[in-house]
Nanobody, 122 residues
């Protein structure tokens, strides 16, 4: 079973940047789609961005487009989320996840990390 481990969360001020990382325990998973989701307090988990591992094709939620960048490092089997110009509404637990489909549907992601907290103060 592939394990995903996120890191890089923290407490920042509005306008600051953070980079989240997600490392997989195995390398065979990388030929799929990897994504980031987030869950704010009292809200459902929502799609943030994903990337097709082999082609590098990306897709973003409208709420983060232009501010967040998803990327991957093949050599390190790592996934990243560069978050710039953070806003208080970005406060959430961020999860990385893997899917075999280029989809934003949470239910089609079958491998999940444990999450990392991002808190943005105003």
């Amino acid at each position: 079973q592939v394990q995903l481990v996120e890191s890089g969360g923290g407490l920042v001020q509005a306008g600051d940047s953070l980079r989240l990382s997600c490392v997989a325990s195995e390398r065979t998973w990388r030929n799929v789609v990897m994504g980031w989701f987030r869950q704010a307090p009292g809200k459902e988990r929502e799609f943030v961005a994903h990337i097709m591992w082999t082609l590098g094709t990306t897709y973003y939620a409208d709420s983060v487009k232009g501010r967040f960048t998803i990327s991957r490092d093949n050599a390190k089997s790592a996934l990243y989320l560069q978050m710039n110009n953070l806003k208080p509404e970005d406060t959430a637990v961020y999860y990385c996840a893997g899917s075999r489909s280029f989809t934003t549907r949470e239910g089609e992601y079958d491998v999940w990390g444990q999450g990392t907290q991002v808190t943005v103060s105003s």
